[in-house]
């Protein structure tokens, strides 16, 4: 029979102790300036209460399915496009464009339901390609030379807001 030492015990009471311990760990998430969170629990869904910003405890000890926040960005974003179409004279147009967005704060809760976090990939984007494609080359083509654009820049924005 072979005895243990003293560096053998010890080893042996820290693996029992961080197997003990595995499930009594608890994880904070926090939500920054600027953005707003939702609170998803595997059990109850999605709070419809959007968590302000913050420092929350997600993961109570002893828990092995862990809720998780979905965190927003609630401030204005841009992102920068390039869009290859053609003129109304069937010309090729290379169209750098910008859009600026942000989520509505008090419909985050269907935002996060039917598309997630990712919707400038899922609804914004694909939109304002689409409305770029089919507006802009139907205007004059010397909007690119005038100094104010407002015209198809209106169009564009009241072609978005209708879909």
Request: hydrophobic share 35%; with cysteine; glycine share 6%.
């Amino acid at each position: 029979m072979r005895s243990f030492t003293f560096s053998h015990w010890a080893v042996l009471a820290a693996s029992a102790f961080g197997l003990a311990s595995a499930g009594c760990y608890s994880t904070t998430h926090t939500v920054q300036p600027g953005h707003l969170g939702l609170f998803f629990d595997p059990k109850q869904g999605v709070q419809k209460e959007a968590l302000k910003p913050g420092t929350y405890s997600v993961c109570p000890p002893m828990t092995r399915i862990c809720p998780r926040i979905d965190d927003f960005d609630v401030t204005y974003s841009t992102k920068k496009e390039v869009i290859d179409t053609e003129s109304q004279e069937r010309l090729p147009l290379t169209l750098n464009l910008a859009v600026i967005y942000r989520p509505i704060r008090s419909e985050l809760y269907e935002l996060d339901t039917e598309i997630g976090p990712n919707f400038y990939d899922e609804v914004v984007g694909p939109e304002f390609r689409s409305t770029a494609r089919g507006v802009l080359p139907r205007n004059d083509r010397n909007w690119r030379c005038k100094v104010r654009a407002d015209v198809p820049a209106m169009r564009a924005s009241s072609a978005m807001v209708q879909r």
